[in-house]
């Protein structure tokens, strides 16, 4: 009986880290993750189908490192995904409205 209520304890506090560790770290890094993997989908579908630049080129146009991100293209879209699966996005060229983020 004395076993189980330490693997209670044990495991409510490893409960109580992991949420902190969600609250204050890994919350704001997911979210960066969601709005990096916009930007560079839109910046980078304007720059290959508007600009009809190389995809190599458009990558240099960023200021803040990127390398984390993983850029492919696919039929006139441009799809960027964060690492671990922690955010994902879609730009799409139209030609008569340019790049648009799909939701």
Sequence with gaps: ?????????????IAI????????????????ARLATA???KQVCSCRYIG????KSCLGDFTSDVSALRFSEGTNEIIVKAPFGMA??????DPKLGCAIIP
Excluded: D, N, S
């Design 88 to 93: 994902r996005a879609h730009a799409r060229y």
């Design 52 to 55: 009809e630049r190389p995809m």
């Design 1 to 13: 009986m004395k076993t189980v209520k330490v693997l209670f304890v044990l495991a409510a506090v």
């Design 17 to 32: 880290a992991a949420i902190g560790i969600w609250q204050f770290h890994l919350k704001g890094q997911v979210a960066y």
């Design 39 to 41: 930007y560079g989908a």
